[in-house]
């Protein structure tokens, strides 16, 4: 699960920002439009970090539903058995 702290928002900007760097050094052709969307980029950042925190967290507990109920379902053995040598 992810959770939302401001390392988290850290790290995606920074990571943000080597992709952006990468592509602007590798497409010369579209330096102009990475320029001018780089801004907008990093202001969706918090946005689209919540929208995907919140759809991990909304699959976790997804998973967790399920092995609670594969476990409620599952039969019950006795802890101990009773062995014919202790007879």
């Known amino acids: 699960m992810m959770k939302c702290d ?13 992709v952006i760097a990468v592509a602007y050094a590798t497409l010369p052709a579209a330096r102009e439009w990475i320029a001018a969307s780089a801004p907008f980029l990093f202001f969706l950042i918090c946005p689209l970090m919540m929208a995907f925190m919140m759809k991990g967290m909304q699959s976790c507990n997804n998973e967790q539903k399920t092995e609670k109920n594969q476990a ?11 062995s014919p040598l202790e007879d």
């Open 72 to 82: 409620d379902t599952a039969p019950s053995t006795p802890l101990a058995r009773h």
């Open 6 to 18: 401001i390392k988290t928002m850290i790290k995606a900007a920074l990571g943000l920002a080597v």
